[in-house]
């Protein structure tokens, strides 16, 4: 049996062994055992990524037969999920470990690290699938594990509303998913990805079906990967612990919406109107998080709306047919934006738990390890010359412009120069600046330990080389091995056709943007703070509403929420207790009133059961006279 097939098999066993054995097991044998079964899924990953290039599949068995649709429980590994069991593994091992540092002194630290476990054997399950039922097991699978670490935290009530948040958004993104796959099978007879590319190829799937599929099951990736309209989970998905929203922002969860876009390729190449809808969803989620996180205050939500914006980028590229630079970037996020999620925690940890922005400042020379790693990411993430987010954003920005998609082009120019204001606003905020927290929280101030600095320095390395593996065509046509590497699944991005002299133009256009941002960033929050304070005051009603996120939150709840809840009553009361209750208890009444009628023979005197007997004979013999 191949090794890629073990490999969402290691955490499985240590979720298994930890959920009943973990409150007896010691913190370290826990940690151990969470850390070790990742280790071992990364290794399986690495020897498996070494093996070979080409495409392998492995039959188990047959898991689904009925009628004509059959499903099989198979693993397929082929360079795009070679990428990915590569990410999550790489990314979730770091994670794991400065868990057991920032987890530390929890109470329920066997049920964290169980759940942990589960969530990257769902997330490697779902990467790993050779069809999309078994990918729809991992993606529910990655739903379920959400909502169990966004509400760790259960006793606290905005904890466990935001793990409840996130589980029923996502379910109405899954309906999507379901219904195209339903699409499909119906429409070619087939839900395995190698099956499905064949119908694409050879015309026997309908142009009407697919398109249908694909924006169905783009629904679903809304879900999963927060974009516009069912990106109001996410944010509040900070009130789980940090670790989790650094696994979940970086490694699992949203990025499964960006793979299966990826992974199914051949459908939405094969419509133009789908693949329209993704870019368009994806570019407008780009600014519109972007604008969104320019308020925030709280330094996890900041980070949040910054996910969010950033998977509008993936997205874009995938629209645009550069499924290779959406996972580029992928690959690249995945190392800046857990080095920022656990910085962030790093700083969390060393104020007691504070995360308001504006009770931080001065953190530069007080926290000399996470400091440096936190500003290695957030120039990455701005796309600042020449880390890894530079190279991955700039390819998918080029493929838009090359593609005709002048629009979608446009709004990612705007959405970086975005990037780089409210990220160096966050930096300026927390470690420049006078010190803005008491002087209770300084006496204890101090940097975090090394099982969670440790992690930062390979994460920050990784976010400064990674985008080396993608150099732009002007260093060489053969410069960009990850784009040939992925080229067998995921094609040749349009960025190809490009000439050298527009991309060095779009190079220098971002380039601009960035600084740009990072330079009025750098004029309201270092330069002249007050001034902040005076365009806001100025504009107090658009920064409400910037503060409010728009309304939507709102606007869900009169529009939806409340009406359900509204019905849901209404059938309660003339349904359930006007027809259900009542039926229930006339039936019961009923019987009761029966069982009194007969319990009216049962006097316990013997003279009145002589008298029904007599009774009885006689009308016997009135039945056999006449």
């Not at 490999?7 to 298994?16: E, F, K, S, W």
């Not at 990410?87 to 770091?94: E, I, W």
């Not at 119906?186 to 050879?202: M, P, Q």
């Not at 600095?453 to 065509?473: D, K, M």
């Amino acid at each position: 049996m191949p090794a890629f097939v073990f490999i969402p098999l290691a955490p499985a066993v240590g979720a298994l062994v930890l959920f009943p054995l973990g409150r007896r097991l010691s913190r370290r044998s826990v940690s151990t055992l969470a850390c070790g079964s990742v280790a071992a899924s990364f290794v399986l990953s690495v020897a498996a990524a070494l093996s070979g290039s080409g495409v392998r599949i492995h039959r188990l068995f047959t898991w689904i037969q009925a009628g004509g649709f059959r499903a099989e429980a198979a693993f397929r590994f082929d360079p795009l999920a070679a990428v990915m069991v590569l990410v999550v593994t790489g990314v979730g091992l770091l994670i794991h470990v400065y868990s057991a540092g920032y987890m530390s002194r929890e109470r329920d630290f066997g049920r964290y690290f169980a759940c942990l476990n589960l969530f990257m054997s769902a997330m490697l399950l779902l990467v790993l699938a050779d069809n999309l039922v078994l990918m729809f097991v991992g993606w529910e699978g990655v739903g379920l594990c959400s909502y169990l670490l966004i509400g760790y935290w259960f006793e606290k009530p905005a904890a466990a509303d935001a793990g409840k948040k996130a589980f029923l958004v996502n379910r109405i993104g899954d309906a999507g998913f379901l219904l195209g796959i339903l699409v499909l099978w119906s429409a070619a007879g087939t839900v395995s990805f190698a099956g499905l590319s064949e119908a694409v190829a050879s015309g026997a799937l309908a142009p009407s079906a697919a398109a249908a599929a694909a924006v169905l099951l783009f629904i679903g990736a809304t879900g999963k990967s927060a974009q516009i309209p069912l990106y109001v989970w996410l944010p509040d998905a900070m009130e789980g612990p940090t670790p989790v929203s650094a696994l979940i922002h970086a490694a699992t969860m949203v990025t499964a919406g960006v793979y299966m876009v990826a992974r199914l390729n051949p459908l939405y190449a094969a419509s133009s109107s789908a693949s329209g809808i993704v870019m368009l969803v994806g570019a407008l989620t780009a600014v519109y998080a972007g604008v969104l996180a320019l308020v925030q205050n709280d330094i996890k939500r900041v980070l949040a709306y910054s996910t969010i914006s950033q998977l509008g980028y993936m997205f874009l590229g995938c629209g645009a047919g550069a499924y290779a630079a959406g996972i580029f970037h992928l690959f690249t996020h995945a190392f800046f934006k857990s080095l920022l999620f656990l910085a962030a925690g790093s700083v969390i940890h060393a104020l007691s738990g504070e995360q308001d922005l504006r009770k931080m400042g001065g953190l530069r020379k007080l926290l000399p390890r996470t400091y440096p790693a936190f500003l290695v990411g957030a120039l990455a993430i701005s796309g600042i010359p020449f880390l890894s987010g530079f190279f991955s954003k700039d390819a998918i920005l080029l493929t838009a412009f090359a593609g005709g998609h002048v629009f979608a082009g446009i709004l990612g120019l705007a959405g970086g120069g975005l990037t780089a204001f409210y990220m160096f606003r966050l930096v300026f905020l927390a470690f420049f600046g006078s010190r803005r927290f008491s002087a209770e929280v300084e006496s204890r101030l101090h940097e975090s330990p090394a099982v969670m600095t440790r992690p930062l320095l390979i994460l920050a390395f990784c976010s400064i080389v990674a985008g080396y593996v993608g150099l732009p065509a002007l260093f060489g046509e053969r410069a960009n091995l990850f784009f040939r590497f992925l080229a067998p699944v995921a094609g040749t991005p349009a960025s190809g056709h490009a000439g050298p002299g527009a991309e060095a133009a779009l190079l220098a256009a971002s380039t601009i943007s960035a600084l740009a941002g990072l330079f009025l960033a750098y004029l309201f929050y270092v330069r002249n703070p007050a001034l902040p304070g005076r365009v806001s005051a100025r504009f107090p009603g658009f920064h409400h509403l910037l503060l409010r996120g728009f309304g939507v939150d709102a606007l869900y709840e009169t529009a939806l929420l409340n009406p359900l809840l509204r019905g849901s009553k209404a059938v309660y009361r003339r349904f359930d207790l006007g027809v259900i209750d009542a039926a229930v208890n006339g039936a019961g009444g009923a019987a009761g009133l029966l069982g009194k009628a007969l319990a009216l023979l049962q006097t316990g005197w013997v003279k009145d059961y002589a008298l029904a007997i007599l009774l009885g004979a006689v009308a016997f013999l009135g039945v056999l006279l006449f």
